[in-house]
């Protein structure tokens, strides 16, 4: 048991460790970065509605005894991250040294809600047997890559310096360290609050798709910018119905 804790954790790691393919941006130029951001958050809207719509809902469904209280928690993230980026605005004004946007924030906070929910389901996964918990973790990795670059260009878009945005980004990716944690010591019980948990997410990330990101990209002009943020959008929804073939 101890060595499929162990396994468990170190394929936690490695999906945290997922938030630095942000990276790469690194090597292109500031002016190039900002210029063709809007690319990566039109990655960000279809990867996080794909991720909701496609994932997260079906598997809340799924696991769920009552689909109308599923479908009210999926409405309550809604209305939850909207609270939240009410709050955050106002907190927003109070600081003029800050010029962060709100939305930077509200990433942050559900994709670490998100990681945490990632954390329980490998740990669950290798608990049923260390194959299945690897292939959990290759699915998770695989479904990680496009919507980490994605946060990485909303949060510098969001006002963030690279580094501060890479590094904040892993500091969120770790709660699903902790994730496993809890799903271990806590067992049944904690599996049980997963399906609490899951609608709320994508309540939250349709939210920060359709709310914020979706709103930015209406701000860029042109024929040529419009097709090529469909194109990157579609791109981000593939990625998410590629890795239900490997589920």
Do not use: C
């Not at 958050?41 to 109308?68: C, K, Q, R, Y």
């Not at 980026?85 to 004004?93: G, M, N, R, T």
């Not at 809890?182 to 939250?204: C, D, Q, R, T, Y």
């Not at 990101?213 to 943020?229: A, D």
């Amino acid at each position: 048991m101890t060595t499929i804790y162990l396994y468990a954790f170190l394929s936690v790691l490695a999906v945290s460790l997922v938030s630095f393919a942000g990276v790469f941006t690194l090597s292109l130029r500031e002016e190039l970065l900002r210029k063709y951001i809007f690319i990566f958050i039109s990655v960000a809207v279809g990867a996080l509605l794909g991720d909701a719509l496609i994932h997260l809902i079906p598997e809340a469904f799924e696991n769920s005894t009552n689909e109308i209280l599923t479908s009210t928690l999926v409405i309550v993230g809604i209305l939850l991250f909207f609270i939240l980026e009410k709050f955050l605005h106002w907190h927003h004004h109070g600081e003029d040294k800050e010029h962060v946007h709100p939305v930077g924030k509200l990433v942050l906070f559900s994709d670490g809600v998100h990681n945490f929910m990632d954390g329980m389901i490998i740990a669950a996964s290798f608990l049923v047997n260390p194959a299945v918990g690897l292939a959990t973790t290759l699915a998770v990795i695989l479904h990680e890559i496009p919507q980490e670059v994605g946060d990485f260009a909303v949060l510098l878009h969001s006002g963030y310096t690279k580094k501060r945005a890479l590094w904040l980004n892993f500091i969120s990716a770790l709660s699903a360290l902790l994730g496993a944690a809890i799903f271990f010591v806590l067992g049944e019980m904690a599996e049980k609050s997963a399906n609490w948990f899951l609608p709320i997410a994508a309540g939250g990330f349709i939210y920060i798709a359709v709310a914020d990101l979706m709103p930015e990209l209406q701000k860029t002009k042109g024929k040529k910018h419009y097709v090529l943020q469909v194109l990157a959008a579609i791109t981000g929804v593939l990625a998410m119905v590629a890795l239900t073939l490997i589920e």
